[in-house]
């Protein structure tokens, strides 16, 4: 993939783009003119016949578990979860040790402060987490005490 890429990394750093890649998925965000860009991602198509690139033109773009924005030239940030995402996680009842289960409060309420540009973004994502856990039979005792260990670790004061 390398020598695939390197053409097209040395491209849009030259043009001051920017560009990321995370195993098989490439983010590339750069000022061209739309008909530019779709010409060269088909010039870049034509590198191998094993690899086929698509563009996502416009002021959205989901990559990865992130949803971007650019709204007036601000940009917005929030989880992102596919169309066929289930609010399943490793159930409370289960027989796993319970520093596993408590980890994952710990972690998904660390990915929304991570991913959401703004609180009321955040506090959205974390209803919606909270939920989540509760359906999975996570009691509240454990939500909130998990929840509020992540606001401290990080030194996060909340409003």
């Not at 990321?20 to 983010?27: K, L, M, S, T, V």
């Not at 039979?137 to 992540?150: A, E, G, S």
Request: proline share 5%; aromatic share 16%; with cysteine.
């Amino acid at each position: 993939m390398y020598f695939f890429e390197r053409q097209i990394v040395n491209q849009i750093r030259n043009s001051g783009g920017l560009y990321f890649r995370y195993i098989d998925d490439i983010f590339i965000t750069i000022n061209w003119p739309v008909r530019h860009l779709l010409k060269e991602v088909d010039r870049w198509n034509k590198f191998d016949k094993n690899i086929n690139l698509s563009a996502n033109i416009g002021s959205t773009v989901n990559f990865l578990d992130l949803n971007m924005e650019n709204q007036d030239g601000q940009l917005y940030t929030t989880v992102f979860q596919k169309p066929s995402y289930e609010p399943y996680y490793l159930p409370f009842n289960s027989i796993h040790p319970l520093h596993m289960k408590k980890n994952i409060p710990f972690a998904i309420l660390l990915r929304a402060i991570r991913y959401c540009s703004t609180f009321e973004s955040y506090l959205n994502e974390r209803e919606k987490l909270r939920m989540a856990l509760l359906l999975n039979k996570y009691p509240n005792k454990i939500i909130d005490q998990q929840f509020n260990n992540v606001l401290q670790k990080f030194k996060i004061i909340q409003p």
